[in-house]
């Protein structure tokens, strides 16, 4: 159990911070595993993993204040990590339950296969408000946000990879799932229609697609008559025009 950090001199503290320090390219051989761990009542970020493989079990973030009004972040995960959050617990946390910065390590480099960040059976939310840095008057409350880091030459979504699936995400007041120019695969039982405006947000080209899945066919699928097309919600028959 990690409770009660504060911080010194101005700057943003951590409860737990795992930092391999291995370049990209270089493999590991097996994850570091977080299992039962209860973190609270810290300030700047609750768990933080810098360029490395973990596996999360049945652990819990909350209570995580923002520092000078930023972060807060339950859990954040940068530089190329990868590995599984498994029945994480992140609530009660400011700006982001979930972080993800650059998500997913390719085996070897950019445009190899990549091993990804893997949600499955978490909680996220609720968050509060926290400041966007350099964007006056702009708050972050998201359940998850997966994004890259900033190049002056993105990389293409497909470099980094996340895997949510049988999470529940609820109480965040921006965004429950806020992805930017990364690849989404979501899996059942997620809930992303549920007290926000944008319950789920792409931008920067990202990819949203289902487990295992891939790029679009070269040949698109035609609906016939009397065929239906859902997404998240009954059936709509699409020449019915009395249906929204």
Known sequence: RIEGVATEGGAFGWGLSLQSGRPLGTPFDQPTVLGRVDVSDVSGLGVLVDGGYVDFEDTTVQGVQSTDGALGRGVQLQNWSAGTL?????????????????????EGGPGDPVQAVTLEDCVLGPTADADVPDSPGSFAADGLTATQFVTSVPYPASTFRVVLDGTDLSGNARAHVLVEAITLEVGSNNVFGKGTTYPLAG???????????GPPPETPALLDGGDALAINRAPVVLDDPSQP
């Open 86 to 106: 498994l029945g994480l617990q992140s609530f009660d946390n400011h700006d982001a339950a979930v972080f993800l910065e650059s998500p997913g390590r390719p």
């Open 203 to 213: 931008q920067g080209d990202a990819v949203f697609q289902g487990i295992g899945g």
